[in-house]
């Protein structure tokens, strides 16, 4: 984007590789963008896997995409292509060696999805929705350790205070190198401030360090690094059974032998860390609520199109009001959490197509646990 000045003007590009929870908790993202400033470009999105939850997850996040169209210029799932015996990154959205070829779940629902495009948005009502899930941010109530990441680090000066009691407590100095782990803290109130020096003494020039907080186990987890993405940058990231998600990034290199003062804030769900006295990141651990349906209405040559996800255990029933009567197609996709293709069973997901009678404007959709379903009125496709 860079190299085309009127490009930048018009898209403003984002990187979004995340855990599933932050797809679901995510869907009103750019409701409050505006719509006459420069659109999204996702350059890059996809949850951390090729199973039908990430699939699930990526449809919920679409939903949103799709609502907010003025908004959101382009949209990407990447990495598109990966040979299985040269593989570098993981998830990727198909497969292939040199016999065979199949696409991944997410691509059942990235096809759906581009086979049936909306043209505009248009308003429906739905009534009979149950209530939504509570999805509560992380703790960060465990405990803090330095985990090395390829270079040599001296840390030094490290103080703990805890914003509820207003105690400090000072904590010993240490080093870690190469993937060395060093606990200093073994649990947190959730309400704390930690200040500290450190100085970057040798190992590889491409890598910085990571202090972990908040850590349950490897899989539970934020870290700050200082020094990641080939040291270029400084962030914070959260691990959730075991995705990563990068929450907030900002460019930044740490250089050998020269000292740096940090200050990591968690006050709650609020994080704030300065790095020689300046803000370098600062976010919100996300939370929200999962609907009982992702659901939205566009239409687009005669079609009008309801799309509706249910990432939930159970099936779902809704009355949606808005559509033109007569008889509708209902496109159907579901399958276990856990589903996921290869090329012994390419094609893990339920699929079906079905006949809806719509009365009055009003349509009664069931979407079975774990699924997806398109209801396209009047038409042919």
């Known amino acids: ?23 679901l908790a995510n869907q009103h993202r750019y409701d409050t963008y505006d719509a006459h400033g420069p659109k999204a470009f ?26 907010n169209a003025d908004k959101v210029g ?47 948005n248009i308003a429906h009502t ?14 960060t109530t465990g405990a803090v350790r330095w985990q090395g990441d390829g270079a040599d680090v001296a840390y030094s000066n490290m103080a703990y205070t805890d914003l509820l009691t207003e105690t400090t407590q000072h904590l010993a100095d240490g080093t870690v190198k190469e993937q060395d782990r060093a606990e200093v803290l073994a649990k947190t109130s959730g309400y704390f401030r930690l200040t500290f020096d450190f100085v970057k003494t040798g190992g590889r020039p491409d890598k910085g360090v990571h202090l972990d907080f908040g850590v349950e186990d490897d899989q539970h987890k934020f870290s700050w690094v200082l ?20 929450l907030t990034q900002s460019i930044w290199y740490v250089e050998q032998n020269l000292p740096y003062h940090c200050e990591l804030t968690v006050d709650g769900d609020h994080i704030t860390g300065k790095i020689n006295g300046h803000v370098f990141n600062d976010i919100r651990i996300p939370s929200g609520e ?20 249910n990432v939930q255990a159970d099936a779902q029933t ?24 290869s090329f012994a069973h390419p094609d893990t997901v339920t699929k079906a197509e079905t006949p809806l009678g719509v009365v009055n404007h009003t349509a009664s959709i069931t979407v079975p646990a774990y699924g997806i379903v398109f209801v396209v009125s009047r038409g042919e496709k």
């Open 1 to 23: 984007m860079d190299q085309c000045p009127e490009a930048a003007q018009r898209f403003s590009r984002r990187t979004l590789l995340l855990h599933p929870n932050w797809f």
């Open 42 to 67: 996702l350059g890059e999105y996809a949850s951390w896997g090729n199973h039908w939850r990430n699939a699930l997850a990526e449809a919920s996040y679409m939903i949103g995409l799709e609502r």
């Open 74 to 120: 382009l949209a990407c799932y990447a990495p598109l292509l990966s040979n299985v015996d040269y593989t570098n990154w993981s998830p990727d959205l198909i497969w292939f060696n040199q016999h065979q070829v199949y696409g991944s779940v997410n691509y059942d629902v990235q096809k759906l999805f581009m086979n049936w495009q909306g043209q505009r």
């Open 126 to 139: 739905e009534t009979n929705m149950p209530a939504a899930t509570l999805l509560p941010a992380a703790s």
């Open 227 to 246: 020094g990641g993405w080939q040291n270029q940058d400084a962030l914070i990231s959260q691990d959730d059974e075991g995705g990563n998600s990068c």
């Open 290 to 309: 999962i609907p009982p349906l992702y659901i939205n209405t566009t239409s687009i040559a005669g079609h009008v199109i309801v799309k509706l996800v």
């Open 318 to 341: 809704v009355q949606v009001t808005g559509l033109p009567d007569g008889e509708a197609l209902v496109l159907t996709q579901h399958a276990d959490p856990t589903a996921q293709n």
